[in-house]
């Protein structure tokens, strides 16, 4: 089963796409967990402070 040139490049396109939406959406995980702690630790310290004037 031979494919045509234009197959293999149809499919070589389709992956790369696909890795590629993979990638994007791995980083935007990453960067949102960042995100997220960093407001935890922002909740956490005003927290403490708030405590701590008491």
Known sequence: MIKSAADQAFLLVAISVS??????????EIE?????RRQMRELVRD?????AGR
């Open 32 to 36: 949102d967990g960042r995100r997220h």
């Open 47 to 51: 927290a403490r402070r708030s405590m």
């Open 19 to 28: 890795l590629g939406a993979c990638f994007v959406w791995a980083f935007w």
